[in-house]
């Protein structure tokens, strides 16, 4: 008898939808968001928790340079890659990470280190980098380009550091939650969990977007 494979587990239904491809990493090949039980997981989240057991905290990302890679060994939440590269600057004896660089960023959010193990501010060498290329690539909107974006984003990082939400930060500067959401991302941004202000939804977190 011929029997349509459900999958048991989560991780099961998540390994059906992966392809290993050249160099060890392995690409998602279903929808962004993978349905399971009522709820929708991003592909990289199930990978993180995958590796280590837990939630991810902020945004999922690959560290292997492999855009899309799900291998769950190569993808790292924010904590995790602040941890990493922490650790690369002791090895490295480069000493504590300075609060600020000079224009300012917090670096324990912007602070990054290149292939050589040398500090740089992650904004400082956005902003660098779209002035050297003019309009900068535009990803978000139409409206801000380059390093114009880069103020807009971080003036919008300091309203949801000081508490402001995206919804009420959207309002404020005429843009819709999206944008604003793709800005927090952008920027690296410590995402509050959703239904922060919501008791009744802290006891059972849902996926962060
Ligand atoms: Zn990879
Ligand atoms: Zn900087």
């Not at 855009?67 to 922490?86: F, I, N, W, Y």
């Not at 600057?89 to 602070?111: K, N, Y």
């Not at 501010?121 to 380009?145: P, Y």
Request: hydrophobic share 30%; glycine share 12%.
């Amino acid at each position: 008898m011929s029997a349509t494979v459900v999958p048991a587990t989560i991780e099961e239904k998540w390994r059906a939808r992966t392809v290993p491809v050249d160099g060890g990493h392995l690409m998602w090949t279903g929808a962004p968001d993978m349905r399971w039980q009522g709820g929708r997981h991003k592909a990289s989240h199930v990978a993180f928790t995958i590796r280590t057991g837990r939630q991810p905290v902020g945004y999922v990302r690959p560290d292997c340079g492999m855009r899309g890679c799900v291998l769950p060994e190569h993808v790292d939440d924010q904590p995790g890659r602040q941890r990493t590269r922490a650790q690369l600057r002791t090895l490295r004896g480069l000493g504590d990470r300075p609060a600020l660089c000079a224009q300012g960023h917090h670096q324990d959010v912007h602070g990054r280190l290149d292939q050589y193990g040398k500090a740089y501010c992650n904004v400082c060498s956005a902003i660098a980098h779209a002035n050297s290329v003019g309009t900068g690539h535009g990803r978000i909107g139409t409206r801000h380009h380059g390093a114009d974006r880069w103020r807009v984003a971080l003036d919008v990082q300091a309203r949801y550091y000081a508490g402001g939400s995206i919804r009420g930060i959207a309002l404020d500067i005429g843009r819709t939650y999206r944008y604003v959401y793709d800005l927090l991302v952008l920027t690296d941004t410590r995402l509050r969990p959703r239904g922060y202000h919501r008791e009744f939804h802290a006891t059972t977190p849902r996926r962060q977007a």
